[in-house]
């Protein structure tokens, strides 16, 4: 029996995890530690809470007695550190937040993971490690910085990130690298391109889209619309996290991509068509849409969902060009290969979308109006 810690459960990707490894793996246990934050939602994890195999506690991870508290409770045999602020256009409003979660947070539980694995030192004075232990950091291509039209980040591409999230991000991976350098801590580090998939906070581009042509809103595309992003189906980097953990080696990052580079203009006509194509085919889904014009045959109408919804405004501050990363490592070493096409991935997406109203309309009752305003008001 293996027991996790996972934090950041509560949100997007770190929920999709739990779910995923919950599913796979019998033998394990896991406590997940996450704040609640904006993103974090309770209500997306509730299920899995069987007080049985799974456990949430509501904490920071920078809280230090609680982060030892914990050790001390529970013997994790592994770490995955999901939780961080993950918006890069609020770490562009306030920096500081980002720096102090994803920096300093990461570096609270290294450390506590040192005080509760160290059995003692070796010859030279490094600690020696309780066997089987791993500090997984999930990371983002973010931190490679922007390419041109050729190229792919490798994990040995420099590291060169430009927003005040990436900067953070790769901060807190520099941190879990020393850690590895100085003290021989068993770590691993991954480093994915864009998730899409169910539970995603509609502040992010996809959801956002999906949520503003239901409510029949103007859909915003940054700048020219053009700067590219390479979408994984969240599972599959679920799967290779799983993979990582339990193949892959100690010291090593990975990073995790499915060659599936699209310009964001892409993305949001793709989303626009694909809705049209599910209300077209079940037009049942009509009733979810806030504008209600009547077709002549009393249908409800979807003709005004069309390209023309799509408004350009200002761009992102510091907007990265392209992202798009080369996963030839994780395949070959581990067996990684992403399972969800984009053309079915986004399918999915959408209708769960559709089929889950009521949990949008929960993680947006709160301070997102506020967030949307101010963002988009004036943009
Ligand atoms: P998210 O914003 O949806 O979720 C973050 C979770 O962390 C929330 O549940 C929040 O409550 C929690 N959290 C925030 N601050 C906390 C704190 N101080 N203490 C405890 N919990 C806290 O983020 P996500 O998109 O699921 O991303 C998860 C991780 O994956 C992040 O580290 C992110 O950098 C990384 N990542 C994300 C993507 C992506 O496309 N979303 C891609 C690559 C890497
Ligand atoms: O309204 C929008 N309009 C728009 O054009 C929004 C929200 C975004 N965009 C653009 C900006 C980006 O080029 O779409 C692209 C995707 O934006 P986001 O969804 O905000 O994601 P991104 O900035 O690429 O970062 C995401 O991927 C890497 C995650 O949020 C990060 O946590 C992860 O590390």
Known sequence: MKTYLV???????????????????????????????????LETISSDIDNERCFFIKGNICDHDLADRLFADYKFDYIVNFAAESHVDRS??????FLQTNILGTQNLLDAARRAWVTGKDENGYPTWRKGVRFHQVSTDEVYGSLGPEGYFT???????????????????????AYRDTYKMPVTISRCSNNYGPYHFPEK?????????????KL???????????????????????????????????????????????????????????????PEYRNILKKKEM??????????????LITYVKDRLGHDQRYAIDPTKITRELGWTPETKFEDGIVKTIKWYL?????????????????????YKNR
Request: aromatic residues 8%; proline residues 3%; charged residues 20%.
């Open 7 to 41: 934090t950041g459960a509560a949100g997007f990707i770190g929920a999709n995890y739990i779910k995923y490894i919950l599913a796979k793996h019998d033998d394990i246990k896991v406590v997940i530690l996450d704040a609640l934050t904006y993103a974090g939602n």
């Open 92 to 97: 562009i409003e306030n920096p500081q937040l």
């Open 155 to 177: 994990e040995e591409t420099p590291l060169c990130p430009h927003s005040p999230y990436s900067a953070s991000k790769t901060s807190a991976d520099l941190i879990v690298m």
């Open 205 to 217: 581009l996809i959801p956002l889209i999906i949520k503003n042509i239901l409510e029949g809103k």
């Open 220 to 282: 915003p595309v940054y700048g020219n619309g053009t700067n590219v992003r390479d979408w994984l189906y969240v599972e599959d980097h679920c799967k290779a996290i799983d993979m990582i953990i339990n193949k892959g080696k100690d010291g090593e990052i990975y990073n995790v991509g499915g060659h599936n580079e699209k310009q964001n203009i892409e993305i949001v006509k793709l989303t626009i068509a694909t809705i049209r194509q599910i209300m077209t085919e079940q």
């Open 295 to 308: 077709t002549s045959d009393g249908q409800i109408s979807i003709d005004w969902i069309n390209d023309s």
């Open 355 to 375: 089929d889950h109203q009521a949990w949008v309309k929960n993680v947006t009752s709160g301070e997102y109006q506020n967030y949307y305003e101010h963002m």
